[in-house]
């Protein structure tokens, strides 16, 4: 086993190791994207349901009063 064997099994070992983390950090934004999208879509129904300050106050008052509840 030579030098040149050693250095390309280091190679491979760690080209391994960046192809998993890079899957990983692939994920992870996936879901930050999801969970992006799924507030977006939230704020946006909140906003075409209701049509004054006083209905989205009300609204997410209830939400919050009632949000314990399902904990």
């Known amino acids: 086993m030579d030098y040149t064997e050693i250095i390309i099994g280091i190679i491979d ?3 391994i ?3 998993w983390l890079v ?3 692939g994920q992870i934004v996936g879901l930050f994207e999801r969970f992006r999208d ?3 879509d939230l704020v946006y129904t909140i906003k075409h349901k209701f049509f004054s300050q006083d209905e989205i ?3 997410i008052k209830n ?3 009632n949000e ?3 904990i």
Do not use: P, W
């Open 57 to 59: 106050d009300n609204f």
């Open 13 to 15: 070992r760690v080209q």
């Open 17 to 19: 190791a960046y192809e």
């Open 68 to 70: 314990h509840y399902f």
């Open 23 to 25: 899957k990983l950090f």
């Open 38 to 40: 799924y507030i977006l």
């Open 63 to 65: 939400y919050i009063d």
